[in-house]
């Protein structure tokens, strides 16, 4: 289901993305949530929730680099 902040986002998008990368996160998982709703929409078995995700943290290493403490920093 689509998240309304990103306090409800999952413990491990929040504990180790800043707040701006949790932003983008929020934004392209609610829009690819509203945007694969059916199964025809989705390529292979993934389910909606799944290709949410992984479509959020592709915006997100758009951006963001992940670094060798687990935590995300905005790439040069």
Request: net charge neutral.
């Given at each position: 289901m689509p998240y309304d902040s990103p306090r409800d986002l999952p413990d491990n998008v929040r504990?180790?993305?800043p707040a701006h990368a949790?932003?983008?996160y929020l934004s392209a998982y609610n829009n690819a949530w509203d945007t694969n709703a059916h199964p025809d929409d989705r390529r292979g078995d993934d389910?909606?929730?799944e290709v949410a995700h992984k479509v959020a943290w592709t915006a997100v290493k758009q951006r963001?680099?992940?670094q060798a403490d687990g935590r995300w920093r905005a790439s040069d």
């Open positions: 504990n180790v993305l949790q932003d983008i389910s909606r929730e963001y680099s992940k």
